[in-house]
């Protein structure tokens, strides 16, 4: 039975070839598509699940039992503190990414430095817990005088190639201070979907050495609950719920002494730190985007019920071919369950000729995914087993829902109508129309949705920003590594192409900067949250800020700067001083005011800010260069830094550049959206052409008898489309308001944003009008120029 209908299905695949290539093409499209959604669907929600042990891995959270806030670091002493007093803890170890802590680290390789960002430190049961596989590793007891080092294979190839570096030293630079490491083993590449990602490992000695230097005398740092310093990770026993330990926290709080201090412990799951960490501070692990999730598993959904819908309609259209087909084996004694069980494996066969179609398109775009989204789907990972599975078990489904619909209708015929070929009338089929309104619907909310997008994206790039952001390079560097910024600043003040040159405190342009709380001017017990930043001469002449009043500093008005500070508009508006007037914050002398200007992406709000003189805070030399002299510029100041410091990596960034990242996630889901428009009105233009078959066969005659009693063309044309243009009438009655509600919430995660466009929604609806006429237009065009006799010679 199966045989049969297997090979059957395929003839009739096989001699309806137009109709089973564009099928065939909007299937593969379909599922192509809601194929890198799922897999980047099941790639967020598969993070740190490659740890063995997940479900008994707990990051452990420091808690203000005031504010209520969460904190991901905790003090050193916590994980032996936890382990000694919990017998359910199997083990535990402490991670802490050093860059948090020094700065900027750097490993030499050939003489010269490179910045290295995942150099950690952790105990050695590291590798227990997080199952990461050792490759190498060194039999013998290192010497006492060098620090021990385990690097990643990917680091072994980077630094030595194909020598074995066990036992070879890599000089460390951190915190302005060389390190000696000697190598001591390799491990395997820690998962691609773990949020623990090292290079290097070393021992947590060294993260101690480290607060030494810092602290001088970290005494209080090494033995406090609450200092934060480092991660804490812990493994419950087998069979042990997490509850067990939050029951006995007051007990290991209070045998502690830390039931005192303000502040409680809490418990987060491994698996829940990617999607779940919005909330928490000092996570400087990667976070994903849980209403990421929401958005695209849905445009998968629509995207598989377009391809699905599409189907259906082309099938639906087709069928009317296949009545006297019918008719014959029911009169031959078919019954309706085996008509139907043939039908559903034409689709099921179509959608299983599509499936490895599908993934090959998939194979062959893969390289250009992370170019266009920013995001790297990782096709070839642990994972393929689960996605071919899952992909397989959807195919089957689509499989199925595509062809029901067909299915039911064909067993369902009288096999006397059939056998007479009396086409059916696609009024009369409800189901029909839905699908048709449904397919426009999700075509226009795509479409108003991108162009709004669009606005936004390039209104965050075309914003005035009350600076001048082009021809501006930013040099960053460690004040603690290089002390020379005041020589380099004067240097490069001196080439040729340096028109202006100064200095900040933060890595600019930059999400994070220091606060400060400033009592309000007006409301003296309402406390205000300002920006501050350390800044050098000339910053706001470099940037090309305004000033609303008064003067940027100068070398008469304080000779260490301590004494005046500058404040922008939004700082004078809220605490109630006069732009004008000559005005003190505590001991600090206002001598200015500057123009609100963006240092964070438009997401953000322009926060009240105070800007104070201090050179050598600045960790950003900013250079504003002349137009057309940016290589030049470029070179010459690298030759100046290996002058100064040929130790250290030149580090540097053009500030448009830097800035206009500050929107890659923002332009990588337009991308998404622009994509999945333009799939929308491939499909739907596939299914609307299968109408348009459905239709002219339906209304050959009836246009034949209009045109015999002289309607024109444009008539004919109208009174074969007009239904349609209802069917977007219906479609834009729901996708207007819906899409609405959907990129307003999503505008508002801007502060300065537009508003949304009725006249765009208008002219959306017009596009996709459009669009339908005259995809409907080139099916019915072969209509006009037939000869009406023809069409009726043999009613």
């Not at 779940?276 to 501070?281: F, G, P």
Request: aromatic share 14%.
């Amino acid at each position: 039975m199966l045989r049969i209908s297997i090979i059957t299905s395929y003839r009739f695949l096989a001699k309806s070839k137009t109709y089973t290539l564009i099928n065939l093409l909007g299937l593969v499209l379909g599922l192509t598509a809601a194929f890198i959604l799922l897999i980047f669907l099941i790639n967020e929600l598969s993070y740190n699940r490659c740890f063995k042990d997940n479900q008994k891995l707990y990051r452990v959270l420091l808690k203000d039992k005031n504010k209520g806030e969460l904190d991901a670091l905790t003090g050193l002493v916590v994980a032996p503190s936890l382990k000694k007093y919990f017998s359910e803890i199997d083990n535990t170890t402490r991670i802490t990414n050093l860059i948090n802590i020094t700065g900027p680290i750097s490993v030499c390789r050939h003489n010269v430095f490179y910045k290295e960002p995942r150099f950690i430190s952790a105990d050695p049961s590291i590798f227990d817990l997080f199952s990461i596989e050792l490759k190498e590793i060194s039999p013998g007891k290192l010497p006492p005088a060098t620090y021990s080092l385990m690097i990643s294979e990917e680091t072994s190839e980077k630094y030595f190639g194909n020598i074995n570096p066990i036992g070879q030293t890599l000089k460390i630079n951190a915190i302005g201070k060389i390190y000696n490491f000697s190598i001591q083993g390799i491990y395997k590449n820690i998962p691609w979907n773990s949020s623990y990602q090292a290079d290097f490992i070393s021992g947590i000695d060294f993260l101690e050495e480290i607060l030494k230097e810092i602290f001088g005398h970290p005494e209080s740092v090494l033995t406090s609950f609450d200092k934060l310093t480092t991660e804490t990770i812990i493994r419950l026993k087998e069979n042990i719920p997490i509850t067990v330990l939050e029951n006995r926290l007051p007990g290991f709080n209070k045998a502690n002494k830390f039931d005192k201090s303000g502040s409680n412990l809490t418990f987060q799951n491994l698996r829940d730190i990617y999607l779940h960490s919005e909330h928490i501070q000092n996570n400087f692990l990667p976070k994903g985007n849980p209403s990421n999730l929401i958005i695209y598993s849905s445009l998968a959904i629509f995207i598989l019920l377009l391809a699905g819908i599409n189907y259906s309609i082309l099938s639906t259209a087709r069928s009317a071919l296949r009545f006297k087909e019918i008719g014959i084996k029911k009169v031959l004694g078919a019954t309706k369950k085996q008509l139907r069980y043939q039908i559903l494996t034409e689709s099921i066969l179509l959608t299983f000729f599509a499936f490895p179609l599908a993934l090959l398109l998939l194979g062959l775009i893969n390289p250009f995914i992370k170019q266009l989204y920013g995001y790297e789907i990782h096709l070839y990972s642990s994972n393929m087993a689960l996605y071919l599975l899952i992909l397989a078990g959807i195919t089957l489904l689509i499989g199925i829902l595509s062809g029901i619909y067909v299915a039911l209708y064909l067993s369902s015929l009288d096999p006397l109508k059939a056998l007479k070929i009396r086409l059916f009338s696609f009024r009369k089929f409800s189901l029909g129309k839905v699908f048709t309104v449904f397919q426009l619907f999700i075509t226009l909310s795509l479409l108003i949705s991108f162009v709004t997008v669009y606005r936004q994206i390039r209104y965050c790039f075309n914003q005035d920003l009350r600076m001048k952001k082009e021809n501006l390079l930013v040099v960053s560097f460690n004040p603690i590594e290089f002390k020379g910024y005041p020589l380099f600043k004067r240097t490069v003040a001196k080439t040729l192409n340096a028109s202006s040159v100064s200095g900040i405190s933060i890595t600019f342009p930059s999400s994070g900067t220091q606060e400060v709380k400033i009592r309000s001017g007006t409301t003296p017990s309402r406390e205000i949250i300002f920006d501050s930043f350390f800044i050098d001469y000339l910053f706001f002449q470099t940037m090309g800020i305004k000033f609303v009043s008064g003067h940027d500093f100068k070398i008469t008005d304080s000779i260490n700067g301590t004494s005046s500070l500058i404040i922008n508009k939004s700082a004078a508006e809220v605490l109630g001083y006069s732009i004008h007037g000559m005005d003190y914050i505590d001991q600090y002398k206002i001598i200015g005011v500057v123009e609100d200007f963006h240092v964070r992406s438009l997401h953000n709000k322009i926060k009240p800010a105070m800007f104070r003189l201090q050179p050598d805070w600045c960790q950003s030399m900013l250079v504003r260069y002349k137009t057309g002299t940016k290589d030049q510029v470029i070179a010459d100041i690298e030759k100046i830094w290996r002058q100064l410091a040929p130790a250290l990596p030149f580090d540097y960034q053009l500030f448009d550049e830097e800035f206009d990242n500050l929107y890659t996630r923002d332009e990588s889901f337009q991308f998404v959206v622009a994509s999945f428009t333009i799939l929308a009105f491939l499909i739907t233009g596939m299914g609307l052409f299968g109408l348009a078959i459905l239709l002219s066969e339906r209304k050959m005659r009836e246009v034949a008898i209009r045109k015999v009693f002289g309607a024109s063309n444009p008539n004919i044309v109208f009174e074969m489309q007009k239904e349609f243009y209802i069917y977007i009438a219906i479609a834009s009655i729901f996708a207007a308001p819906l899409t609405w509600l959907s990129m307003n919430r999503w505008l508002n995660t801007f502060y300065y944003h537009v508003d949304f466009s009725w006249f765009l929604v208008v002219v959306s609806i017009f596009s996709v009008a459009v669009f339908v006429s005259v995809i409907l237009f080139m099916r019915t065009r072969k209509i006009l120029k037939s000869n009406p006799l023809m069409a009726l010679k043999f009613e």
